[in-house]
């Protein structure tokens, strides 16, 4: 689980705005730039060229 620490903390590196967790706990989701960033062993992999579009 993402700690409440890490999450208020975490921004898109694309626009730098604010990201979603979904209650999957396992997705990181910017709404701005439609891109879901997975999350690895309680850790977000918030890379662009990792990131999948979402529509």
Do not use: F, W
Request: aromatic letters at 2%; proline letters at 4%.
């Amino acid at each position: 689980m993402i700690s409440k620490e890490l999450e208020d903390i975490l921004a898109c590196p694309k626009c730098k705005g604010d990201i979603k967790i979904l209650e999957c706990r396992t997705v990181v989701v910017c709404e701005t730039c439609k891109l879901k960033y997975s999350v690895d062993n309680e850790i977000p992999i918030m890379l662009i060229d990792k990131a999948e579009k979402i529509i």
